[in-house]
RNA sequence: GGCGGCGUAGCUCAGUUGGUUAGAGCAGCGGAAUCAUAAUCCGCGUGUCCGGGGUUCGAGUCCCUGCGCCGCUACCA
C-alpha cells in the first residue's frame, strides 16, 4: 500500500474578530504545505473551522443585541471569503457550534468519564452580579497565587508561567464591570490530566510528534511536576454545549474547540461520501496541526491527553511557529500595521505575501517579521524580474512554431533543476520553505544566464537561425516550466498561467522531471504585476486607526483580551463609507464606543461616591525605571498637594504638564505602587498606548474646586 | 523588575546534531546586453559571527556572564 493519507489543520480562528496579516502566517504556512502534499499525488485534506464558543462570544453577542448564531454566521462569512482571498484552499471550513461537534464532545467526555479521568468539584467561583454571569478565565484578574504578580488573567500567570485556577487568584476583579465578583459556590467538571503524565512524558519527547524546542519547554515547564487538573466545565450563562450528564454547566471553549478539528472533518465527510473512521480512527491516517506558539499548552498536553483515552488517532505531528512582527515591533493599530486580509486585498496582489512568508518560514518556532519595503523588492525582484521574465523573455519567439518535438542539448540544465527537486521537497517537506525558495531561486538564475549565453533576441533576427531560435526558446521555457512546478505550492495562479501559455495544465510535481516538448505556445500575457509601492502606503493608511496595538499573534486567540474586541473592524470591511458621507461635518465614528461599552447603570448616589476636583500640576518629574510614569504633584489650593503617578509618560512631557489644570479623582484610597504611593487619579480619555488625552476645565475654574 | 526570544556584511537573513579559507539575496560601485513588466548577465565582500570568560584537538554553533534590542507583563490608582 502507498503513504498513509494525511489530515492537516490549521488553528481554528475565534470567530470574535477578523483574520488578519498575523493568522496568515499560519494558514499560507499549512496552505503551502497541504498543496505540496496534493502536488505530490498524496491523498490530503485540509481541514479548519471557526472556533465559536465562550463568553467572549456571548458577551459580544449580547452587546450588539444579536443572536450569538446570528454573529457566527457574519464572522463564518467573513472570514470564508478572506480565506479565499489569499488562495487558503480548505477541503472543508466548518463550525463549532454544530451538532456533529456536539456528539464528538459527548462521545469523548464519556471515554474520560470511562477512564476514570473526570471529577467533580464544588468549587467556589466568582461571579459578577452586575454583569450576571459567572467570570470566565479572562475577565478576572487578580494577584497570581504562585509569584504574587498583581494583575493576572484567571486561568495564568504571564510573569512566573504558572498555570490556576481563577478561584486561587488573590484579589480578583472583574474585567466586566470593574465590580469585585462575588464567591458563589457552583460544581465543576475537572479532566484529572496527571493521569496521563506517564504517556505525556514519553508522546512530547519522542518520535518527532514536536519541534525539539518544544519538548523542551515541555518538559521544563510542566512535565517535571504534577499535571494540574483541568477545570473544563462552565455553569450557565455560557455560549456552548450543555454537559448532557451535567445539566446546567457548559464546556469550557477550549474543550471543545480541537474537537472541532473531528468535527469539521466529520461534515467533509458526509459532503463527500466518505468514512470518518477512516480518517480519524485509522493509523492509515497521520493527522498534521500546525498552531502558533501561543497555544502550544493545549494542543501538546490536553488534546493528545484526551485523545489517547478516546478511540481516535493521536496527531504524528504538532507543527507550530512564532508571531508575526511588522517593521521589528509588534502590529500596531496606531502605525498602521494591524492590517486585516481584507485591507491587504484591496491593495495588493496575495502573491506577494504568499512568497514573502514563504521564503521566511523556516521549522523553528522563531518569530517572523513582515517587512513592507522588503516584501517588495523580493517580490519584484525574485518573481517578476527572475522568474516571470524567463516566459516574458521568450514565449514570443516560439508563439508561432511551439516548443521543439524533441530535446536539444542544454548543457544539462534542465537534468540539474530536475535532480534538485528532491532536495527541493524535502525543504517543503520539513516546513523549510526558506529553503525551498533559495534553491528554486538559483534554478531562475541559472535559467537566466542560459538565456543570456544564447541570444535568442539574436537568433531571431537571422531567419537562417529559427530551429535554434526554438531549441533555446524550448529549453528556457522548459526551465520556467520546472520553476513554475516547483513553486506551484507557494503561487497557485502562477502554475495555472504557465500551463495556460504551453497548453498543459501543471498537477504534479513530477512534471517538472521531463520536458515538454512539441507544445504550442500562447501569447504571453503578464502573470504578476509589480509592486505598487503607492498601495503599500494606501494600505497601511487605511488601517491607521487611534487604538491600542493588538496581539500579534499567527494564530487564533481564544482567550480573548479583557476588554472587547473592537467591532468596527466589521464596519470597516463592508460598510465604511456609508456613515462616512451622510454626516459631512463631523465623521465621528462609533470605534470608541465600541472598543469600550458603556458600563452598567449606576445610581446618582453611586456617582457622588466619587470626589473630582480640579488641580493644577505643581511639579512633574520623569520616573526613569518607568515605562508609562510620570510622577506629578498636585495642588488643590494653599498648601494641598497630591502626590500622582499617571500613566502619560511618552504622550506628555514633564515640562508641559507644570501648571496645567486637571481633573483628579481626588478620594480614592491611596496605592503603593512600585515607585511610591499614588495619591488619586487624574482623569484622561483615549485607549492608552501613545494616545491619552487628558481633561481640562475651561479657564477660570480654580483648583479645589469639585466637580458636579 | 519578572518571564520569553533575539543579537552573523549597509539592509533582510542562511549557516539544524561543534570540524576545512563564514555564505546568499537586496542595496552600492564598475562593465555588458537591449529579448523582457527599466527586467537580465559579468566583475567587486578580510565582516571583532554583540563583549568577556569557559568546555574542546577544534565554537558563529555548547556552558557561564555582561551589554543591547524585541515581545509579554508589571507598574496606566
Redesign the pocket.
Do not use: Y
Given at each position: 500500500m502507498s503513504k498513509p493519507q494525511l489530515l492537516v489543520t490549521s488553528a481554528l480562528p475565534y470567530a470574535n474578530g477578523h483574520i488578519h496579516l498575523g493568522h496568515l502566517v499560519e494558514y499560507i504556512q499549512t496552505d503551502i504545505w497541504v498543496r505540496f502534499q496534493k502536488l505530490r499525488g498524496r491523498r490530503c485534506i485540509y481541514i479548519c473551522a471557526d472556533d465559536t464558543h465562550g463568553t467572549a462570544i456571548m458577551i459580544r453577542a449580547r452587546q450588539e443585541g444579536v443572536r450569538e448564531e446570528d454573529l457566527l454566521a457574519r464572522m463564518h462569512e467573513a472570514h470564508t471569503r478572506d480565506f479565499a482571498g489569499f488562495q487558503i484552499a480548505f477541503d472543508h471550513y466548518g463550525s463549532t457550534h454544530c451538532e456533529e461537534n456536539r456528539q464528538l464532545c459527548w462521545e469523548i467526555w464519556q471515554s474520560l468519564r470511562k477512564a476514570g479521568m473526570i471529577y467533580e468539584e464544588e468549587v467556589r467561583q466568582l461571579y459578577d452580579a452586575q454583569a450576571g454571569t459567572f467570570l470566565a478565565d479572562r475577565f478576572v484578574?487578580g494577584v497570581c497565587p504562585n509569584?504574587r504578580?498583581?494583575?493576572?488573567y484567571g486561568d495564568s500567570c504571564?510573569?512566573?508561567?504558572h498555570h490556576y485556577d481563577p478561584i486561587d487568584l488573590i484579589d480578583p476583579v472583574s474585567t466586566l464591570s470593574g465590580a469585585r465578583p462575588e464567591v458563589r459556590t457552583a460544581l465543576h467538571l475537572f479532566v484529572d490530566i496527571e493521569k496521563q503524565h506517564a504517556f505525556l512524558d514519553q508522546w512530547t519527547q519522542n518520535a518527532d510528534h514536536l519541534q525539539p524546542?518544544i519538548a523542551n519547554y515541555l518538559r521544563g515547564h510542566f512535565l517535571g511536576q504534577p499535571l494540574r487538573p483541568w477545570d473544563v466545565s462552565r455553569p450557565a450563562p455560557y455560549f456552548g454545549f450543555e454537559i448532557p450528564d451535567s445539566p446546567g454547566n457548559y464546556w469550557y471553549v477550549w474543550f471543545d474547540a480541537p474537537i472541532g478539528y473531528m468535527a469539521s472533518t466529520w461534515q467533509w465527510c458526509k459532503k463527500e461520501g466518505e468514512d470518518f473512521d477512516a480518517w480519524w480512527a485509522s493509523p492509515d491516517t497521520h493527522i498534521y496541526h500546525f498552531i502558533g506558539k501561543d497555544i502550544t499548552y493545549f494542543h501538546t498536553l490536553f488534546w493528545p491527553a484526551m485523545l489517547r483515552v478516546s478511540r481516535y488517532q493521536l496527531p504524528r505531528r504538532i507543527q507550530i511557529h512564532g508571531?508575526l512582527?511588522v517593521n521589528?515591533?509588534?502590529m500596531s493599530k496606531s502605525k498602521g500595521t494591524f492590517i486585516l486580509a481584507s485591507t491587504y486585498l484591496k491593495y495588493l496582489d496575495p502573491a506577494y505575501l504568499r512568497y514573502y512568508y514563504a521564503s521566511?518560514l523556516?521549522?523553528r518556532v522563531?518569530?517572523?517579521?513582515l517587512?513592507f519595503e522588503?516584501m517588495a523588492?523580493?517580490a519584484?525582484?525574485?518573481l517578476?524580474?527572475?522568474v516571470?521574465?524567463l516566459a516574458?523573455?521568450?514565449a514570443?519567439f516560439v508563439v508561432s512554431t511551439g516548443l521543439a518535438s524533441s530535446w536539444p542539448d542544454d548543457g544539462g540544465l534542465f537534468a540539474q533543476t530536475a535532480a534538485d527537486g528532491i532536495e527541493i521537497a524535502e525543504a517543503y517537506e520539513a516546513c523549510?520553505f526558506?529553503?525551498a525558495m533559495?534553491l528554486i531561486?538559483a534554478a531562475a538564475?541559472r535559467a537566466?544566464?542560459y538565456?543570456?549565453r544564447q541570444?535568442?533576441?539574436?537568433l531571431?533576427k537571422d531567419p537562417g537561425q529559427t530551429e535554434q531560435l526554438q531549441k533555446v526558446c524550448t529549453v528556457a521555457l522548459n526551465l520556467f516550466r520546472q520553476i513554475a512546478v516547483y513553486l506551484a505550492p507557494v503561487l497557485p495562479r502562477l502554475a495555472e498561467q504557465t500551463g495556460r501559455l504551453l497548453h498543459r495544465p501543471i498537477q504534479h510535481w513530477d512534471e517538472a522531471q521531463k520536458p515538454l516538448l512539441g507544445s504550442p505556445v500562447r501569447p504571453f500575457e503578464?502573470?504578476?504585476?509589480?509592486v505598487d509601492r503607492q498601495a503599500i502606503s494606501a494600505m497601511i493608511d487605511e488601517s491607521r486607526q487611534p487604538e491600542e496595538?493588538v496581539?500579534?499573534s499567527g494564530s487564533r486567540t481564544t482567550v480573548p483580551s479583557a476588554k472587547p474586541v473592537p467591532a468596527e473592524t466589521a464596519g470597516a470591511v463592508t460598510e465604511s463609507g456609508a456613515s462616512v458621507s451622510s454626516s459631512p461635518r463631523w465623521d465621528d465614528d462609533e470605534a470608541a464606543l465600541r472598543a469600550e461599552p458603556i458600563a452598567p447603570q449606576c445610581t446618582m448616589e453611586d456617582f457622588q461616591k466619587v470626589d473630582l476636583r480640579v488641580a493644577r500640576i505643581v511639579a512633574a518629574e520623569d520616573v526613569p525605571?518607568?515605562?508609562?510614569?510620570l510622577k506629578l504633584t498636585l495642588s488643590l489650593g494653599g498648601e494641598h498637594r497630591r502626590n500622582?503617578?499617571?500613566?502619560?509618560k511618552g504622550v506628555y512631557k514633564p515640562e508641559e504638564l507644570v501648571g496645567r489644570l486637571v481633573i483628579l479623582a481626588a478620594n480614592?484610597?491611596p496605592?503603593k505602587?512600585?515607585?511610591g504611593t499614588?495619591e488619586?487619579?487624574?482623569l484622561?480619555a483615549g485607549p492608552?498606548d501613545g494616545e491619552?488625552y487628558l481633561l481640562s476645565p475651561d479657564p477660570g475654574a480654580k483648583p479645589g474646586q469639585r466637580i458636579h
Open positions: 484578574k509569584c504578580a498583581p494583575n493576572q504571564d510573569r512566573c508561567g524546542e508571531f512582527t521589528g515591533e509588534k521566511k523556516t521549522p522563531d518569530d517572523l517579521d517587512n522588503d523588492e523580493k519584484d525582484a525574485d517578476v524580474g527572475k516571470v521574465n516574458s523573455r521568450t514570443r523549510d526558506n529553503r533559495r531561486l538564475d537566466n544566464q538565456v543570456e541570444e535568442p533576441w539574436k531571431a503578464h502573470m504578476l504585476k509589480r496595538a496581539q500579534a525605571k518607568a515605562k508609562k510614569l500622582v503617578f499617571a500613566g502619560v480614592l484610597a496605592r505602587m512600585a515607585f499614588s488619586g487619579m487624574i484622561a492608552g491619552i
